[in-house]
């Protein structure tokens, strides 16, 4: 089973700084097999990034993805109210797991 | 538009079964995989496993082979996932979640989400 590692735990910023969360993969994800969601207190996940680097439809361009091999980067510039959540990566290359997520809170 | 709605809350005592539903609508039934993803309360996302709602076929977590089965019925667009010899440590929110078709590689980030299904074993 391939293995996400996410950091930090939590991440404590102001609305307007830019946010890097981190994904580790405990093997190599040739294809960029990755993606990150979004997870609002009580809602469902949200599909953000996919394919490592690729917005989903109706996201802002505020998000961003990068990364390749073991490691992938989730970048939110200059952090909306709205943003605040926890982040979650997510490999598809061999069966499916997901990282133990990052929370980002208002500092 | 594309949805995926799931049925309500369920109680079970430990041993019993649960059978939660997905009822999709918007796309065709058959086109995407849907998979079935659980968080236990303050957790994060466990993956269960998959079905094919065309062929029927399914693949499970390991955490899950024995214990689990998905089955669909096309005729009203449905997808089950039933979770069987329940623990106190099963109560979770479950969600379905379609596969995506956004790349053109065999397999795929989920794209849509189910508003997810609270199960609690207790006695």
């Known amino acids: 089973e391939i293995v996400l590692t996410q950091s930090p735990g939590t991440l404590s910023l102001s609305t307007g700084e830019r946010a890097t969360l981190s994904c580790r993969a405990s093997?190599?994800?040739?294809?960029?097999?990755i993606a990150w969601y979004q997870q609002r207190p009580g809602q469902a996940p949200r599909l953000l990034i996919y394919?490592?680097?690729t917005r989903a439809a109706g996201i802002p361009d505020r998000f961003s993805g990068s990364g390749s091999g073991t490691d992938f980067t989730l970048t939110i510039e200059r952090m909306e109210p709205e943003d605040f959540a926890v982040y979650y990566c997510?490999?598809?290359?061999?069966?499916?797991?997901f990282g133990q997520g990052t929370k980002v809170e208002i500092k | 538009q594309v949805q995926l709605v799931q049925s309500g809350a369920d109680m079970k005592n430990p041993g019993a079964s649960v059978k939660v539903s997905c009822e999709t609508s918007g796309y065709t039934f058959k086109g995407n995989y849907i998979h079935w993803v659980r968080q236990a309360p303050g957790q994060g996302l466990e993956w269960m496993g998959w079905i094919n709602p065309n062929s029927g076929g399914t693949n499970f977590a390991q955490n899950f082979q024995g214990r689990v089965s998905m089955t669909r019925d096309p005729s009203i667009s449905t997808v089950y996932m039933e979770l069987r010899n329940l623990r106190y440590d099963d109560t979770a929110i479950y969600y379905c979640?379609?596969?995506?078709?956004?790349?053109?590689?065999?397999?795929?980030?989920?794209?849509?989400w189910g508003q997810g299904t609270l199960v609690t074993v207790s006695s």
């Open positions: 093997e190599t994800l040739s294809g960029s097999y």
């Open positions: 997510h490999q598809y290359r061999t069966s499916r797991s």
């Open positions: 394919a490592a680097s």
């Open positions: 979640a379609r596969e995506g078709r956004l790349t053109v590689t065999d397999r795929d980030a989920f794209d849509i």
